[in-house]
């Protein structure tokens, strides 16, 4: 048995889907647990790019099962479409298992969330506008619809009919928008229904049977752990759990059966949407960063903030996830930067701090502590072992995994699969 969980360190976009897809040949099994369509995880396979929001990154090779777990929310139109795409591009699509007890997003959670955001004017979260954070929101209030109800037609048109009548009432007399006909709803979704009926089924199961034959099951997280409704910068976050905790609620496994955690952290740090970010640049060192990694959101296209590593939440997310390795991407991006800087502390009001702040107050007022490290100014993207990375390059790594307090596992060097370096197996 051997299961490991891939999960994000920082703010989302560090890589996951690319560490999973090299993973994931490895895998039998490769499972989303939490988020939903916000997620766009990039994979690139002999030179061809895959934009992926909702189906597993292991979709990509033959003969694997994946997961679509209780804790994700799937909106069914992009998961028809996401389907859909694959099969036309030549994947098959048989391996796919979407969780009965999953939630669904309903148009009624994309308006709220657009109308949401509007009403918070200076404080907007700077959401997707998916739906995700509403649909999350009526499942924890205990009035949404599950890919269960859904596929029973009669228990759908009740629940849409209670659910639609109190969204309208509050979209006419809070926020003065029109609300949705219940015909057109019921018909459209009952049409999803069909189409996704052959893929439905109790994803824990599945897991767990799988875990039990011995097989490799690669959970694959989705946005990151500064986005963790829990832990992250709330309420500057996402609406569920992507670190590795989220995966026994998500999935439906024990604890007890995860046997790695590999904590993805990109060589510097980006963040899309509102919120702190203790390193973010305002220079021209941000600039070069966005226009050298082309940092424009999958999902929405919109610039990322970009700024220097900070080790303090790399630190954070491996105590928060017990994380034993970390799969370092985008190394190359750096190759041209002349002097390097990673954060390795925060001072607040002239002293160190240990802790990292849970008031948002505190995090915006924290003094970066910087360690500087000469570039190697050297192409990277060629090299396939540790020991033939430049020393400055090495060196910029090693300090990570001491401020970070875990190992080195993977360092990526481009988007490829074959730009990839491995210092341990992870499957072990
Ligand atoms: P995710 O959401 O964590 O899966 O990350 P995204 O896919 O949103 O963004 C990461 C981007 O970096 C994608 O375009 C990847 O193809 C690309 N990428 C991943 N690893 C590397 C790397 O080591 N070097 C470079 N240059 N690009 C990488
Ligand atoms: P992947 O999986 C980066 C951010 C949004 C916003 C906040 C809340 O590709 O790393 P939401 O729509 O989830 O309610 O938005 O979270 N966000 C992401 N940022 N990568 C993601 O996913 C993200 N998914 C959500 O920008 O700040
Ligand atoms: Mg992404």
């Given amino acids: 048995m051997s299961a490991i969980v891939v999960m994000g360190t920082q703010w989302g976009d560090e890589g996951k889907g690319k560490i999973v897809d090299y993973l994931a040949e490895q895998a039998d099994v490769v499972a989303r647990y939490q988020g939903g369509n916000n997620a766009g995880h990039t994979v690139v396979v002999a030179g061809k790019e895959f934009k992926l929001h909702l189906l597993p990154s292991g979709i990509l090779y033959k003969g694997k099962t994946c997961v679509v777990g209780n804790g994700v929310v799937i909106d069914p139109a992009v998961m028809i479409k996401e389907i859909k795409g694959m099969q036309e591009k030549g994947f ?5 298992k979407i969780s009965n007890r999953a939630h669904v997003i309903m148009p009624y959670h994309r308006l709220l969330d657009e109308v949401e955001e509007e009403y918070r004017g200076d404080h907007k979260i700077g ?7 509403p649909c999350y929101m009526d499942k924890n209030s205990r009035c949404g619809i599950r890919m269960v109800d859904l596929m029973d037609a009669e228990e759908f048109a009740e629940k849409l009919k209670r659910n639609l009548d109190a969204k309208n009432h509050l979209f006419k007399a809070v926020y003065g928008v029109e609300g949705f006909d219940y015909e057109t709803v019921k018909n459209e979704y009952l049409g999803y229904a069909e189409e996704l009926r052959s893929y439905v089924v109790d994803t824990s199961a599945t897991l767990n049977q799988a875990l039990k034959q011995g097989k490799k099951v690669l959970f694959e997280g989705a946005q990151a752990t500064m986005l963790d409704l829990d832990h992250g910068t709330y309420p500057y976050v996402t609406s569920s759990n992507p670190i590795a905790g989220g995966v026994g609620v998500g999935a439906g496994i024990g604890p007890t059966k995860i046997n790695n955690v590999v904590g993805v952290v990109k060589a510097y740090t980006t963040r899309v949407g509102e919120g702190p970010f203790p390193t973010e640049l305002f220079d021209e060192m941000g600039d070069h960063i966005r226009e050298a990694g082309h940092e424009y959101g999958t999902t929405t296209g919109r610039p990322r903030r970009c700024g220097w590593l900070d080790a303090c939440v790399v630190r954070y997310a491996v105590d928060l996830s017990g994380i034993d390795y970390m799969a370092i991407t985008r190394l190359d ?7 390097l800087k990673i954060c390795v502390a925060y001072k607040y009001k ?12 505190t995090l915006a007022a924290v003094e970066p502590v910087y360690e500087e490290f000469t570039g190697w100014e050297t192409d ?22 001491e401020v970070a307090g875990t190992k ?8 490829g699969r074959d730009q990839t370096i491995i210092l341990a197996d992870m499957f072990k």
């Fill in 92 to 96: 098959e699509t048989v391996g796919l």
């Fill in 127 to 133: 959401t997707t506008k998916r739906g995700i954070g």
């Fill in 333 to 339: 991006i750096l190759d041209a930067v002349k002097t």
């Fill in 350 to 361: 002239g002293e160190i701090i240990n802790e990292f702040p849970a008031s948002l107050k």
């Fill in 380 to 401: 990277t993207t060629g090299v396939r072992l540790y020991e033939d990375l430049p020393l400055n390059a090495r060196l910029y790594l090693e300090r990570l995994s």
């Fill in 408 to 415: 080195l596992g993977i360092v990526s060097v481009g988007p």
